[in-house]
């Protein structure tokens, strides 16, 4: 992401955060404890959402540097919590097998190079007791307008938004690799623009073998 990108980011993100994130992120985090691991954890927006005990270790991922300025900065002089920041990618987690009691992914997985890959290394660091947290934008309901445009534009949206792909089967994605999913909602996201609205929010388990 280039220097202004990163630095614009939360002024984009804004009404988008109001309008819904913050209430998801907040839901999807208020149980979370032990050891935490955020990948792509951006300009830290979820910081302030999780919850303040002294049992939670977090650790913020984010390759990008001038993301990783963002997300510092604001560790550093805007959040109470304490964080451990890291800059390995989600497909090579600088971390112990059946490391994290938790892992977090908010709208990373449309990003990522290689999203197989990525959460095969999610499930290599996760304790077998662990839980997969995601809030992602995926590909709208197929024969849709809104997928019909996705398709269209998806070449285009890559390159000028960071590798971002408007259609991408995330829920698919999470149970080829291995997960369970043990809830999951279906929503819009609201003051998004409409090739960017479908979301899917929730928590996987890793599948018994
Ligand atoms: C749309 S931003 C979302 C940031 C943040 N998670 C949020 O919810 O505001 C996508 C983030 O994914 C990160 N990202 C892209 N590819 C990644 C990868 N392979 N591993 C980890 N993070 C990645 C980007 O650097 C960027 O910070």
Redesign the pocket.
């Known amino acids: 992401?280039s220097f202004f990108m990163a630095l614009f980011?939360d002024k984009v993100?804004r009404h988008t955060e109001e309008a819904c994130?913050i209430e998801w992120?907040r839901i999807l985090l208020e149980n979370v404890d032990g050891k935490v691991l955020?990948?792509?954890?951006?300009?830290?927006?979820?910081l302030d959402l999780y919850p303040q005990k002294t049992s939670l270790t977090l650790y913020l991922?984010?390759?990008?540097q001038h993301?990783r300025m963002q997300l510092e900065q604001k560790l550093h002089s805007q959040s109470s919590i304490e964080a451990t920041v890291l800059s390995?990618?989600?497909?090579h987690i600088e971390a112990e097998d059946d490391f994290f009691d938790y892992v977090f992914?908010?709208?990373?997985c449309?990003?990522?190079?290689?999203v197989a890959a990525?959460l095969q290394e999610i499930k290599r660091v996760l304790k077998p007791t662990g839980r997969f947290i995601f809030?992602e934008h995926v590909a709208a309901e197929p024969g849709s307008s809104c997928y019909h445009w996705q398709q269209r534009l998806n070449f285009i949206w890559r390159r000028v938004?960071?590798?971002?792909h408007l259609n991408r089967t995330t829920e698919q994605s999470i149970i080829d690799a291995g997960f369970v999913i043990e809830e999951i909602k279906y929503e819009k996201m609201r003051k998004m623009i409409a090739v960017v609205q479908p979301t899917i929010r929730g928590i996987a388990s890793i599948a018994p073998e």
């Open positions: 992401m980011y993100m994130l992120r955020e990948i792509g954890a951006g300009t830290g927006a979820s991922s984010e390759p990008d993301m390995c990618s989600a497909d992914v908010s709208l990373v449309c990003s990522v190079k290689d990525s809030l938004a960071d590798n971002c």
